[in-house]
DNA sequence: TCTCGACATGTCAACAGTGGAAGGTAGAGT
DNA sequence: ACTCTACCTTCCACTGTTGACATGTCGAGA
């Protein structure tokens, strides 16, 4: 349930309202931590029942801004610092590694250089989102920087392996001490 | 959904009952699809009876063994080929990332240093495990060996990457083209 | 004036994942 | 004979996630 804390580090930074919020996500957040509009606009409400945020003003169209609490930020501190990460990382991609025995040996191929050609292009999206975005020195446009990185180098990471490990397939099998 | 064809792909090589298949998700699948008991049990019943796998035999104590169908090989083949994998990389680690602007600059510093060393230690565990697997030349050890190094090489970036961020962090700001 | 796209929120059913409780059996070793 | 461990399955309540549907308003430009 790491949606809320999101939430409270965005609302950190400034106040907003859900559909702002779900702008954000939708641009800078989606790479890491997806959400939908549904789930957006009910954590919210449930944040502001527990008093972490709470309406700050309301505008135009129903429009309801919310603003972080002493308690969120509390809340927020205390996740970042005192609760471990846990690394769930489910990878479909990965997954599919293992089983790739079951197809022919051009298609597990071909499975390999698709995963390339992914990184690659994740690799150009992410820099073209570099280069478009207004990189102000505001505290989460320097950690948006630092987090943009990490998928700059994941994506360079994974095209090199994907190369390797189609090499591997190819390769006669034997000892060969890698 | 991919537990499902996670299931089909381990029953693909062998036949299996729920508890080993138990076994196998806690050793070598748990770094790329978690899954617990219950949910394992549910979707095996849910294969039986959707036709995509079938039980072969009884055991003592109540085991069933599970084989899987020409129906269940062709959803599994189906999965590999025809469908493309999203990437949902819903990253706990990441996210608190974009936030380290709330914390002091030691603390910030610290949650780097933390990701060092998770990524030093995870990096050895698999290094562990890879020596301690018996790599016979069978499929799922092929490909098993394949995931393994890039979880290698996942931690080998990722720890480089936190000691860059590191320094990100300390060096003032200003325009320094990188 | 009208219309259309962007703004804005709320709700619901269905499915996926977590964690734990409950219940029981076979077999190995004392 | 007994006990303990590993084996083995089922069910349930709760939370998180998805996708779709419902509903409406403001403001710019034809």
Known sequence: MSLRHALLGLLSDRR????????????????????????????LTKLAGSGLIAVAAEGPRGRKEYEITGEGMAELRHWLTE???????????????FFLGVLT???????????MEMSR????????????VDWDDGNLSVHGRIALEYGL???AMRREWAEWAAQQLTQPRGRQGW
């Open 83 to 97: 609760v471990t990460p846990q690394r769930t990382l489910r990878s479909d991609v990965l997954l599919r590694v």
């Open 16 to 43: 907003a309202s859900g559909y702002d919020l779900l702008k954000t996500f939708e641009t800078s957040l989606a790479n890491v931590w997806p959400a939908t509009q549904s789930q957006i606009y009910t954590e």
């Open 121 to 132: 292009s994740g690799y150009e999206q992410l820099r073209q989102l570099h280069d478009s």
């Open 153 to 155: 180098r994941f994506n």
């Open 105 to 115: 040996p051009e298609q597990a191929h071909a499975y390999l250089t698709d995963l």
